[in-house]
């Protein structure tokens, strides 16, 4: 069973920056891609970022220019930093692995909250 496990979110001041880390069960390898999501109260889902394994690292533009992502495939972990951090960066962030078949898995979230 795959499964994804996000951590690292919490409550920071406007300005600051986290590293949210995305465990994957079993090899990175098996996947195309992996991608970090966020959700803020009220809204849709949006794509943060994607890591390719294999490729480049494609970023939306949400966070583009104030997050990274990488990966440390040894450990089957993917990770998302962000700096700059603003109250409108408040949301619930998700690692998502897509598979060559096309399927999808979600982790279920971690919060990041920004606040003075």
């Known amino acids: 069973q795959v499964q994804l496990v996000e951590s690292g979110g919490g409550l920071v001041q406007p300005g600051g920056s986290l590293r949210l880390s995305c465990r994957i069960s079993?090899?990175?390898?098996?996947?195309?891609?992996v991608g970090w999501y966020r959700q803020a109260p009220g809204k849709q889902r949006e794509l943060v970022g994607t890591?390719?394994?294999?490729?480049?690292?494609h970023y939306a533009d949400v966070l583009k220019g104030r997050c990274t992502i990488s990966s440390d495939i040894d450990m089957n972990m993917v990770y998302l930093h962000i700096n700059s951090l603003q109250p409108e960066d408040t949301a619930v962030y998700y690692c998502?692995?897509?598979?060559?078949?096309?399927?999808?898995?979600w982790g279920q979230g971690t919060q990041v909250t920004v606040s003075s």
């Open positions: 998502n692995a897509r598979e060559s078949n096309g399927s999808v898995y």
């Open positions: 890591i390719f394994p294999t490729g480049p690292t």
């Open positions: 079993g090899s990175i390898w098996r996947y195309n891609a």
